[in-house]
């Protein structure tokens, strides 16, 4: 008999926090689960911890991948998953031992496709969590209300993260997280809430993300710059896309989109490291010269848009020349 829930987490060079987050996923209070470490070409030791792993809990399987990344991690170990739900852990975070038992039972009981809930961050020894994130209510969504809140909520990382939820797994049926890029949990969130039928979110801090000073993620480099771009802008056309189901807040969102993707450009080409990156450049100029003539954005966006689209020199000595860094 298979498990009810299959733990997901991608293993890479993480051997000094694999402890951590393995302790807390076998020591849960709910126990019905297989554990699938995706590690991929870690040079730290880290792949024989997993396999030791495997030794000592019958929970846990082992994929060796021969090709680096977090999104291709996940999309092989959703391939081999065996439950119906799924979850997402960074082998380099922990969760509370009572998360799985507490979010199982609120699918259960709502018959829900999502269950999502919220993180504490953790940076020099310090937990941070926001007021209302753990007081333990629970609040129901249909598909037009969890899409609409993963949209607008665009800065809450509980909202934008695959490691906040619990998932049914066929809601990954045709829908892989994009490879090859950055920022692919922003890249993917909204379409799977648009699969989805009815979530609840339970406001609880279950989730440990633990800020490390030497992750690439908090350095700015012209490729995540531009993948952080794409996935707004992807954003913006769903947005398009979908503007009789987003009515009411349609004119709030693609504005919310706009201003962020020149904001993206805009960080990117003040970026030294930019110079150079020209298809990179040009495709941008390109998505944001296309959203010029929408007629729903505030005055200030559209301008600064259309200055894009028909001076763009103007733009770059107005934002660019002088503020390289």
Not at 24 to 35: A, H, K, N, P, Y
Not at 186 to 212: D, G, P, S
Request: hydrophobic share 40%; proline share 2%; charged share 25%.
């Amino acid at each position: 008999m298979s498990a009810k829930i299959s733990v997901i987490i991608p293993v890479h060079n993480t051997a000094k926090y694999l402890d951590r987050c393995m302790e807390s996923v076998l020591g849960q209070t709910f126990g019905d689960i297989e554990v699938i470490l995706a590690e991929n070409l870690s040079t730290d030791g880290s792949a024989d911890m997993c396999d030791d792993y495997a030794r000592r809990d019958s929970r846990v399987r082992v994929l060796h991948l021969d090709r680096a990344g977090l999104s291709h991690a996940r999309n092989e170990a959703l391939l081999v998953a065996e439950s119906d739900a799924v979850c997402f852990i960074d082998s380099d975070d922990y969760v509370d031992k009572e998360m799985l038992e507490q979010l199982y039972s609120q699918m259960v009981l709502y018959g829900a496709d999502i269950v999502g809930y919220n993180l504490a961050q953790e940076k020099d020894g310090i937990t941070q969590i926001a007021p209302g994130d753990d007081d333990g209510s629970v609040i129901s969504l249909d598909k037009v209300q969890l899409v609409t809140a993963f949209l607008l909520n665009v800065d809450n990382w509980s909202y934008t993260s695959a490691c906040t939820k619990l998932f049914r797994k066929s809601l990954f049926d045709n829908l892989k997280f994009p490879e090859g890029r950055f920022h692919e949990d922003h890249a993917v969130m909204h379409l799977i809430a648009e699969k989805c039928t009815k979530a609840v979110w339970l406001q609880r801090a279950f989730y440990h993300y633990v800020y490390h000073r030497e992750s690439i993620t908090h350095t700015p480099t012209p490729q995540k710059l531009y993948d952080f771009f794409c996935a707004d802008y992807d954003r913006y056309r769903f947005i398009e896309e979908h503007k009789p189901m987003l009515t009411s807040d349609y004119t709030e969102l693609v504005n919310i989109y706009a201003v962020r993707c020149f904001k993206h450009f805009r960080i990117f080409m003040r970026n030294r490291q930019s110079v150079g990156q020209k298809t990179m450049k040009n495709d941008m100029i390109s998505s944001l010269s296309s959203m010029a003539g929408n007629e729903a954005l505030n005055s200030k966006i559209g301008l600064r848009l259309k200055i894009i689209k028909y001076a763009y020199p103007l733009f770059f000595l107005i934002h660019i020349a002088f503020r390289r860094k």
